[in-house]
T-cell receptor
């Protein structure tokens, strides 16, 4: 079992650009959540996808959007990047369904905005 | 979700028990206590969760006070690999969203 995988591992972008991060959930999981973790802080919930729809959303602007594919993998898109978007972006999977006790996290994508 | 309070850091000698406290005085009756940890440069890892009874698994034990206003995560024989940030979270099961605080940084020393 490969667990949760994320790509790329590191990314450097310029302010104003757009970025897409990818996540493949653990085998058997169909729910994907995204978190942003700034340096020295705990992860902050961005949004969650289940059945290809956004089910919950945290306090993040519309510049943050996502998608879930039929194979349950997911993308996180961030438009008009700001310096403050520099962070570790974590993907967590769970399931099957919305009944769960554990979320399995991937290793994250480190985004640096210059 | 209820707010949790944890000490920012703790030390523990290798081989000894590590006892990590968490206060959650405003916890609701249907909220569970969850513990996750994050080893440097990795994603958070689920450890254990419970409602009101003490729980034990292969990783740790969770002791919840009778009034449920606080809990303690116990790592019975800490190893150097247990050095990590430990997060205490309260949530309603099946809501998926985890609200992390700043956690406790546990340093296990030889």
């Amino acid at each position: 079992d490969a667990g949760v995988t994320q790509s790329p591992t590191h990314l450097i972008k310029t302010r104003g650009q757009q970025v897409t991060l990818r996540c493949s959930p653990k085998s058997g999981h169909d729910t994907v959540s995204w978190y942003q973790q700034a340096l020295g802080q705990g992860p902050q919930f961005i949004f969650q996808y289940y059945e290809e729809e956004e089910r919950q959303r945290g306090n993040f602007p519309d510049r943050f959007s996502g998608h879930q594919f039929p194979n349950y993998s997911s993308e996180l898109n961030v438009n008009a990047l700001l310096l403050g978007d520099s962070a570790l972006y974590l993907c967590a999977s769970s399931g099957p369904g919305l009944a769960l006790d554990e979320q399995y996290f991937g290793p994250g994508t480190r985004l640096t905005v210059t | 979700d209820a707010k949790t309070t944890q000490p920012p850091s703790m030390d523990c000698a290798e081989g000894r028990a590590a006892n990590l406290p968490c206060n959650h005085s405003t916890i609701s009756g249907n909220e569970y206590v969850y513990w996750y940890r994050q080893i440097h440069s990795q994603g958070p890892q689920y450890i254990i969760h419970g409602l009101k009874n003490n729980e034990t698994n292969e990783m740790a034990s969770l002791i919840i006070t009778e009034d449920r206003k606080s809990s303690t995560l116990i790592l019975p024989h800490a190893t150097l690999r247990d050095t990590a940030v430990y997060y205490c979270i309260v949530r309603v099961p099946n809501t998926d969203k985890l609200i992390f605080g700043t956690g406790t940084r546990l340093q296990v020393f030889p």
